[in-house]
């Protein structure tokens, strides 16, 4: 049975006028209306876990760098008991930023307003001239920390949400956890960051990248052509819609609107070498090709962090791209090598609010701490070259998203809606391990209308 929507905007729409969960369409003006962006900050990025940072961003007791909660910001901490904490980057006193700078080390935050000081875990300090209370006499200086918000490390990445009692984070993982520690939790040292992340605006809604990080995978066949043509992501300008690399796998989703794109190995590795997957074991594969990141001596460590079920899966159907409601990105990108290598490029990317009409896109960059500086290196390049702002796959989604923005802002064009009845309905593979929501086959709009239905499901809700 269709919930009830909530809440009815200053013209009379309602949020299922916005959302026709009947014929699986998306108004357009979502993209830049105003109100709806207001509530989009109290209803869903006040409310569920947001990607922060990595934890050897902040490797030493004091180390901090500043984010945004949607557009709150936080200062992200580690204290000397080795904890992280995320704070309101707002003094109580009288609303300055406590913390000026982006990153650094400070084993205490003053605001440079009144001097009022605190922790790394937001605790008050205290305030100047403390024989005559300047902090006042009506709240206990306990009642006068930071606001503080919820935090959850998973495997090095920092989460955190404003809703205190709200679902734990491996409610909001749900079934997707199962495919997330295959990316995330493997080795035994974990991922590393390689240097700050890129950090850059574009004058787009947060919804348009983060609706096309639940998978869609129709566009890569258009958008990015140029790249099939040239022969950096497979096949060729003759072949790209008869053999659509990189189309036909499995799609994993679930309620919560997120999803991974699981490729089969073996069609990864045939369109960079004719060498056939047939008839080869579990480790054998692995060795032929091994996950983005992992080399041949990280393949041990595989099969100590994850179960039987999930190695095997690495080593035939892994999960590559995706995304994690509202606003993350997933590309663990395959790139072998000529000499047998496959180095690959492991990224991530946040599209944090900036208003209705601008987004700005945060690029994550990783590799395996265990892994040689040499592994490293071309992680790093590998990424940066298709990544990012410099990255040849991104630079195509970067002129799209501003022109559908434009377009949403229309006085004829809002009103058109966007189209996910492209659908093939969920069936479990026979032999399937893992859990959620699975569609195999020729990828189609099932986990980007998922995505919608977690931004209903949120937006719903008074």
């Known amino acids: 049975m269709l919930q009830k929507a909530t809440f009815t905007l200053a013209d009379g729409a309602t949020l299922d006028d ?24 109290e209803r869903i990025f006040a409310k569920t876990w947001l990607l922060l940072a990595h934890d050897t961003e902040i490797p030493k007791a004091g180390d901090f760098v500043v984010r945004d909660m949607g557009e709150d910001q936080v200062i992200v901490t580690r204290d000397r008991n080795d904890e992280i904490h995320v704070s309101l980057n707002v003094c109580p006193h009288r609303g300055m930023k406590v913390c000026t700078a982006e990153a650094g080390n400070a084993h205490a ?25 300047m902090h006042g006499n009506r709240l206990g200086k306990d009642q006068l920390g930071l606001k503080k918000a919820r ?21 909001y993982l749900g079934d997707m956890k ?25 004058p787009c809604n947060w919804k348009i ?24 992501m497979g096949g060729t300008a003759e072949s790209i819609y008869d053999n659509a690399p ?11 609107g997120h999803s991974l794109r699981c490729l089969e190995a073996a069609q990864t590795f045939k369109m960079f070498s004719d060498i056939s997957f047939e008839g080869k074991s579990v480790e054998e594969r692995l060795a032929m090709l091994p996950p983005p990141g992992i080399t041949k001596e990280l393949i041990p460590q595989l099969f100590k962090n994850l179960s039987a079920d999930q190695v095997e899966q690495l080593a035939t159907i892994p999960p590559q791209v995706g995304g994690l409601f509202p606003n993350i990105l997933v590309a663990f990108i395959f790139a072998p090598r000529t000499d047998g290598g496959s180095s690959g490029a492991l990224a991530l990317h946040t599209y944090v609010p900036r208003g209705p009409d601008k987004v700005e896109f945060i690029n994550f960059i990783f590799a395996e701490k265990d892994a040689p500086e040499q592994v490293k290196r071309d992680m790093l390049q590998n990424s940066i070259q298709q990544t990012g702002t410099s990255g040849i796959i991104e630079q195509d989604d970067a002129d799209t998203w501003p022109q559908i923005m434009r377009n949403a802002r229309g006085v004829v ?13 969920h069936e479990r ?26 931004y209903y499901n949120l937006m719903a809700e008074a």
């Not at 979502?30 to 109100?35: F, G, H, T």
């Not at 997330?180 to 574009?202: I, K, N």
């Not at 990189?246 to 919560?256: F, L, P």
């Not at 929501?437 to 980007?448: A, I, R, W």
């Open 246 to 256: 990189g189309m036909y796998g499995v799609d994993v989703s679930c309620e919560q």
């Open 151 to 171: 935090v959850q490390v998973y495997g090095g990445l920092i989460f955190a949400t404003w809703d205190i009692e709200g679902p734990s984070f491996d409610e």
């Open 18 to 41: 916005l959302v026709k969960r009947d014929t699986n369409e998306v108004m357009l003006r979502v993209m830049s209306d105003e109100e709806l962006y207001k509530l989009e900050m």
């Open 109 to 133: 935050h003053r605001c440079i307003y009144h001097g009022w000081a605190f922790r790394p875990d937001g605790s008050f300090i205290g305030a100047p001239v403390e024989k005559e209370q």
């Open 413 to 425: 064009s809002k009103d058109i809606t966007l189209k996910y009845q492209a659908l093939h309905g």
């Open 178 to 202: 199962y495919y997330l520690d295959q990316l995330f939790c493997r080795t035994d040292s974990g991922l590393e960051m390689l240097g700050p992340p890129q950090r850059f605006v574009l």
């Open 209 to 232: 990248p983060g609706e096309q990080s639940g998978s869609d995978g129709f566009h890569t066949l258009t958008l990015h052509r140029s790249l099939m043509e040239g022969g950096v």
């Open 429 to 454: 593979p026979e032999g399937w391990k893992g859990g959620g929501l699975l569609y195999p086959g020729f990828t189609k709009d099932d986990t980007q209308w998922n995505w919608w239905m977690a």
